[in-house]
């Protein structure tokens, strides 16, 4: 962001310090939208990106700027989003925990393909301009593991011209001590893949979903596991659940748990990774959280002590929402890789009668704007 006279002007792919030359491509009531031309005298905190394909393919935003400061840039993010969205002076505020690695943490990606007239295949991600799939060789963000797929994916569409039933392909890096087995032409993934957290094996949908940073999500798991503070006495609700992750590690720190997810595929991994661990105080529901949460839970006797929130980027229902207002926990845990709708939600929990208490942002996404963070709410 910089300011040309009294307007405001964003430019992506610059960094404060930075003077440039750009052209303006939008005029706005308050601001202006610009394309940089020409780095006229590069800031310190400036440094060369690492993909050749670094602003044409859409995936990463933040490559040009140092590690550090991407840091910075996401810990006044998360401030200024619960600050704006959320209306919420500032609680007990932690510092980003960074990514162990900067680049090839990604266990999952998936890939989009395009055929030309000529049939022959583009397989990348979509582009910054004009929604194209830019076709790339390798990705610097993911694990090395998926860059030699990536290459085998490219090489069979190429030689067989086969023709995907969708334009996404989705590529798991190799588990620890092991290698994702797929069909010798690559074209038909198992229905379940295996995935590792703090050293427990889980069973997941190959379509489906598990925390993308490898080498960070065990932090993330603890930073939850710290946030719920059990004593042992407590029933845990864990909704938008997935395959299991935090209920198996909370389970044996609670006395019941229950977990919540609308993916019955998901839903099936997680009961048989209960099972694994031998967890016989853990249950299972499919179906749409709030339903589930108006069906099942406003009629049970059960006091719920916590209520774990892990929704995708959109963030929970008004209908969860209210739900889980209704059941007046002691505590609500959200999870979340987009603090606008976060903040938006925990406004509406502090309005039902919580205050949050604090939140930890995780860098769960190197080399892009976004940020993972945990936050802990409280009744008052």
Not at 6 to 20: A, Q
Not at 260 to 271: E, L, M, S, V
């Amino acid at each position: 962001m910089g300011r040309i006279d009294d307007l405001v002007v964003f430019v992506p792919f610059t960094v404060e310090g930075d003077h440039c030359e750009i052209t303006i491509t939008a005029v706005k009531k308050n601001y202006l939208k610009g394309h940089l031309e020409k780095i006229l005298k590069p800031s310190l905190l400036r440094r060369a990106p690492l993909c050749p394909y670094y602003q044409v393919c859409g995936g990463c935003q933040y490559q040009h700027i140092d590690y550090d400061h991407q840091m910075t840039i996401k810990q006044k993010q998360v401030w200024e989003t619960f600050e704006r969205i959320g209306k919420i002076e500032a609680p007990d505020f932690k510092m980003v925990i960074p990514s162990p690695r900067e680049y090839h943490y990604r266990g999952k990606a998936d890939f989009q393909i395009q055929r030309s007239k000529r049939g022959n295949p583009s397989v990348g991600f979509i582009d910054t301009a004009n929604r194209m799939v830019v076709d790339i060789e390798r990705c610097e963000i993911v694990d090395e593991s998926i860059n030699v797929k990536l290459s085998n994916l490219r090489w069979n569409l190429a030689v067989s011209n086969a023709r995907l039933t969708e334009d996404r392909y989705a590529l798991w890096s190799d588990p620890e001590g092991g290698i994702t087995v797929t069909d010798p032409n690559n074209m038909h993934p198992p229905k379940y893949i295996e995935r590792f957290a703090k050293g427990k094996r889980f069973q997941v949908p190959y379509r489906g979903f598990f925390q993308t940073n490898t080498v960070l999500v065990d932090n993330l798991v603890d930073t939850v596991l710290a946030m719920c503070g059990l004593d042992g006495n407590e029933t845990i609700l864990d909704t938008y659940c997935g395959s299991g992750l935090f209920s198996i590690f909370l389970a044996p720190k609670a006395k019941q748990v229950f977990g919540i997810d609308n993916d019955g595929t998901a839903i099936h991994c997680a009961k048989i990774n209960s099972r694994n661990e031998r967890l016989d105080h853990v249950a299972f529901y499919r179906g749409d959280v709030g339903a589930v949460l108006k069906s099942t839970f406003d009629k049970i006797e059960t006091t719920i002590d916590c209520v774990i929130l892990d929704p995708p980027r959109t963030g929970c229902e008004k209908e969860v929402l209210n739900a889980v207002l209704a059941l007046k926990p002691q505590k609500v845990v959200y999870i979340s890789c987009n603090p606008a709708t976060q903040a938006r939600d925990s406004r509406y929990l502090i309005d039902g009668g919580f205050s949050l208490k604090s939140f930890q942002p995780l860098d769960m996404f190197p080399q892009t704007r976004h940020i993972e963070v945990v936050a802990v709410l409280e009744i008052r």
